[in-house]
């Protein structure tokens, strides 16, 4: 029988139990979070557990990827639900590392920089987030002893910059990229929806009516990278408390924008702020 999942808040503890895992001959999962966890997270952890013997969630509200004037503070939180998620879906541990543990020195930190894929997209919009995000990524690959690692395509440039440090660093550890999971009507699953008040929530549903827009016009022939931005744009612009932050079209691999036309394979990626709530979405068009 599968042993009950067990709760690691220190870095060298966590770095000590996945390196007898390993001399065990276990193979060795990792699924990095920020919490609060829904359906989408749930699907990578089962995504794991099917692939490897044993499977390390991390639920972090990780500090360094939230510039100052954004909601680290009110990033929703719960642990307990987390951890029963977690058993459910037959993760083996769930590492809850404080922010000292991670980050022994603060702010005087080594730290991992990104390439240009974090220019844009996100990237110009919040300035150090991939940094952030690379820095803490990179910390837990290293203290999980991880042979995979499962992500969201619901954060897609965020999926993109992983695979290029990895690949760059020449790290030992497969990034497997999981599909974006949805709610029945077509809202991304988000950590964030929560914070969706009163209409804001049907509001939301702009991102998604939108990327079909686009989808629709694509599949029609059109291959304008303005017309197929316009036709989303046009959607979401019919809700007024909704306000675009980005809309582009790009190659899926590289993330290069199309500027004129574009390719067969386009991936739309969009930010749009909905009742206060920042919102990110794309699709495969
Ligand atoms: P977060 O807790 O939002 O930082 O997300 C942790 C991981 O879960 C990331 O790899 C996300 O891409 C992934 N994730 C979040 N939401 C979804 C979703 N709706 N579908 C699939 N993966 C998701």
Redesign the pocket.
Known sequence: MREKISVIRNADELKTWTRQQKLAGKTIGL???????????R??IEAAVKACDVVVVSDFVNPTQFGPSEDYATYPRDEAKDLALCDEAGASVLFVPTVETLYPNGQDSAWVEVNHLGDHFCGAQRPGHFRGVTTVVMKLLLLSHADKA??????YQ??TIIRRMVSDFGVDCEIVG?????ESDGL?????NVNLKGNARKDALVLYRGLLAAKALFASGERRSEALIEAAKNVIESVAEASIQYIEVADPDTLDIFKDKTGERVQMLMAVRVGGVRLIDNMRL
Do not use: I, N, W
């Open positions: 699924v990095p979070t920020m919490g609060y966890l829904h359906a989408g997270h699907s990578l499962f992500f969201g395509e619901k954060d965020q999926l999981c599909p974006l999971v949805r991304a699953l988000s950590s964030r």
